[in-house]
């Protein structure tokens, strides 16, 4: 089997549990999380038919693979930085026959408006390092390291690409942490990407959110919007029936 699915040593293959859908993932590496799975619904809720969506730092796919079963999308585009990442993303979208719905192109985030040109996109997704160097210790495994810390990409490089990427109204959907909301606010307001959707996460409805989602639209009127938040346990190991709804009714 891992010859027909061409895996590679410490790659494993993971199920969607979502049209059929699989994913190659090499856990050695870096593999995705729920924030990803959260950002996909939520996006889901206001990307329209035939839009066309470009996912920043898309490390194996999640996000446009997810997307393309949950709206109706015309085609998506995804940029990511590292080459092994990129081969698994590749991978992935021709196992589950998706190569005329994805591109996957080895880019650099800080580059991304070069590489694709200026309002080309509807729609805009990250799920972004989350961690600056006043934050934490960085992972010394350096997959996971660039996957969570800003050290080839920053949030004001994240915000100005999305920026220049996106078509006027176009969207802009990123999951986050809420301790740096004041900073991703003002990044996104200084590249013109006015906040419109928020959303909080917590981990049990008695505890402070420990995620955050956003949606902002591209030279948008000033108005925002806050979404009844996610609750992810009713008791420990205890999925909510409101998680459970997000990922389709399975873990």
């Not at 959260?38 to 898309?58: C, E, P, Q, W, Y």
């Not at 960085?138 to 690409?161: F, G, Q, S």
């Not at 006015?194 to 591209?218: D, G, H």
Request: one cysteine or more; hydrophobic letters at 40%; charged letters at 25%.
């Amino acid at each position: 089997m891992n010859d027909k699915l061409h895996l590679k040593d410490g790659e494993r293959l993971d199920d969607l549990q979502l049209n059929g859908l699989h994913i190659i993932q090499n856990p050695e590496k870096f593999c995705f999380g729920m924030d990803a799975v959260l950002l996909s619904s939520f996006a889901s809720k206001t990307i329209r038919t035939n839009d066309n969506v470009l996912d920043l730092g898309t490390g194996t796919g999640i996000l446009p693979i997810l997307l393309s079963a949950k709206t109706k999308a015309k085609h998506f585009s995804a940029l990511e930085i590292q080459e092994e990442s990129v081969d698994m993303a590749k991978r992935s979208v021709t196992l589950n026959n998706l190569n005329e719905q994805i591109d996957i192109i080895n880019g650099d985030i800080k580059t991304a408006s070069q590489i694709f040109g200026a309002a080309v996109f509807d729609a805009v997704t990250t799920n972004p390092p989350y961690m600056n160097d006043n934050h934490g210790i960085k992972n010394p495994d350096m997959p996971k390291a660039i996957a969570r810390h800003e050290i080839l990409c920053t949030l004001d490089d994240i915000a100005r690409e999305a920026s220049r990427l996106l078509k006027t109204t176009g969207r802009f959907y990123m999951v986050h942490r809420p301790f740096r909301m004041t900073e991703i606010l003002c990044t996104l307001a200084k590249y013109k990407l006015e906040t419109k959707r928020i959303c909080m996460v917590q981990p049990f409805v008695s505890k402070e959110p420990n995620m955050l989602l956003i949606e902002a639209v591209k030279n948008g009127k000033p108005f925002v919007k806050f979404e009844p938040p996610i609750i992810v346990y009713d008791t420990p190991g205890v999925y909510t029936q409101q998680l459970l709804n997000i990922y389709g009714g399975a873990i």
